[in-house]
């Protein structure tokens, strides 16, 4: 998964607040989110962090804060992959931009977080997005002139690399691989226990999978969500 130049534009706008004195708990973002997946989840532990920290340190969180919140507004459904990629960025633009100027910290005042507020509602339009997005018919691509080496490999085994974040799937003797994009798709689409259960055990049986060849090897066209077992 990459970002288009537009998508890096708007990020590094976004990521110009933030500075060194952030990257250690925009490193903790990124691996609350890579071990637990909700990013709201994520937004509640940070407003209870902020009331155990110095002033410099909820400055920092409400940063952060603020910006995850903004950026799961704009797109309710967003996968974790895709935010913990952000979130990689944003810590490369820290450290690029450096030290915080000295009186940038330490003005926070007693009213609480600046984010957080609408943690509910936020939750219920996520929730909302992806139920629609796993409940959405999934149809077989129309047969065309295009695309008349697709197969359909009913039954297929789908494998789960969390070192390269790859999937890999394998039907009678034949296999190909799904890259962040479509990992990204299938492991959202899943109900949250089916997919703590399928990170855990690395594998699910019975998917259909529709891939198209290309010279010697297959590329994955989609996923069939449908009889997954794990």
Same mark, same amino acid.
């Given at each position: 998964m990459s970002l288009t @130049?537009? $998508?890096?534009? /708007?990020l590094e706008q976004e990521g110009a607040q933030f500075? $060194?004195?952030d990257i250690t708990f925009l490193a903790q973002a990124q691996k609350a989110l890579d071990m637990h997946?909700?990013?709201?989840?994520l937004l509640e532990l940070f407003k209870v962090m902020w009331n155990d920290k110095r002033p410099h340190e909820r400055e920092a969180l409400d940063?952060?804060?603020?910006?995850?919140e903004g950026r799961l507004s704009r797109e309710f459904g967003v996968g974790r992959a895709r935010l913990l990629l952000e979130l990689g960025w944003l810590k490369r633009l820290a450290r690029i931009h450096g030290p915080a100027p000295k009186d940038r910290d330490g003005a926070q005042g007693a009213k609480g977080a600046a984010f957080g507020r609408s943690l509910a509602d936020l939750?219920?339009?996520? /929730? /909302?997005?992806l139920i629609a997005h796993a409940s959405r018919p999934v149809l077989p691509p129309a047969r065309t002139a295009s695309n008349t080496d697709e197969q359909t490999w009913e039954g297929a085994t789908l494998r789960w690399n969390p070192g390269s974040k790859e999937l890999t799937v394998q039907w009678q003797g034949k296999s190909a691989? &799904?890259?962040?994009? %479509? &990992? =990204?798709? &299938?492991? =959202? *689409? %899943?109900? &949250? $226990?089916?997919?703590? *259960?399928? %990170? @855990?055990?690395? $594998?699910l049986r019975g998917v259909t999978v529709y891939v198209r060849a290309e010279?010697? @090897?297959?590329?994955i066209v989609r996923l069939e969500m449908k009889g997954m077992t794990p």
């Open positions: @130049s537009k $998508e890096m534009k /708007q500075r $060194e004195n997946g909700d990013p709201v989840d940063r952060i804060g603020c910006w995850l939750r219920r339009r996520r /929730q /909302q997005v691989t &799904a890259r962040l994009g %479509l &990992a =990204e798709k &299938a492991l =959202e *689409a %899943l109900p &949250a $226990e089916r997919r703590k *259960a399928f %990170l @855990s055990k690395k $594998e010279g010697n @090897s297959f590329r």
